[in-house]
């Protein structure tokens, strides 16, 4: 994306910004894919920490599940004689088909948390967030943010360059993505993990609950998708080729 406001339009981006952006960004569309599908099993939403199909939602998304109930497992006697104690199996056969979905998800996020922490740890050492993120004081106005909003929504959009050259809207956008809804959804991600929680019980509480974790995750996870959706068709309205090339191969 590009804006009107920039400290030093000419400034390529550096290569580890580049290398980190890419493998983000396609673990994203990994986790996206994998999300959705996780989410067909089961689109009802709750507060807490109990939800399942015998308790209230909050709220359940119009999508077709992705699997049909095969019935509660039989019981099965241990030994062949009267009296012998019996399975208390009360899983649904699909949560085993649900397997690929979950080992996807996982596998992807944490390829986006360790890439994440490697930017956290360059973006601050190098001084890329204080350089080219970090609205300065003559910049953070009321004003230039009117100014830059009416212009995105009247699609004035300037041409690419071959760096960063961001404005206040943009940076703003950038340090929201970077600062909150990443975190947020790395943190409610975890919490969902039992093992997790297991070692970490505090995740719980400060999640308000497993199931308030996943409502949690799975609206920062729209917002994603919606910041996803939107720069991409600024990068498309700055000048595709360009910012690709600023973002790939060129120096």
Request: with cysteine; charged share 10%; net charge positive.
């Amino acid at each position: 994306m590009q804006a009107s406001i920039s400290p030093n339009p000419t400034t390529p981006h550096k290569r580890w910004v580049k290398i980190t952006h890419w493998i983000i960004t396609l673990s994203f569309l990994a986790l996206t894919f994998t999300g959705y599908e996780m989410l067909m099993v089961h689109p009802r939403f709750y507060w807490g920490e109990v939800g399942n199909d015998l308790t209230p939602a909050l709220f359940e998304l119009p999508v077709s599940r992705n699997y049909k109930h095969g019935g509660w497992d039989k019981s099965t006697p241990f030994y062949q004689q009267a009296g012998s104690p019996i399975s208390a199996s009360r899983t649904y056969d699909i949560f085993n088909q649900n397997g690929w979905g979950r080992s996807g998800h996982f596998l992807a996020a944490w390829f986006l948390v360790l890439t994440g922490l490697s930017y956290l740890v360059a973006g601050f050492v190098t001084g890329h967030f204080r350089r080219n993120l970090w609205p300065g004081s003559s910049e953070f106005t009321l004003q230039h943010l009117r100014q830059d909003l009416a212009n995105h929504l009247k699609m004035k959009v300037p041409p690419a360059t071959n760096g960063p050259h961001y404005g206040l809207l943009q940076k703003s956008t950038y340090l929201i993505v970077i600062f909150f809804l990443l975190p947020v959804i790395a943190i409610t991600g975890l919490t969902m993990s039992p093992a997790i929680t297991a070692a970490y019980p505090f995740l719980i509480k400060i999640c308000f609950g497993a199931q308030s974790a996943r409502t949690i995750h799975f609206f920062a996870s729209v917002a994603l998708v919606g910041f996803l959706i939107i720069h991409v068709v600024m990068v498309i309205l700055s000048g595709f080729k360009t910012q690709i090339g600023a973002m790939t191969w060129r120096k």
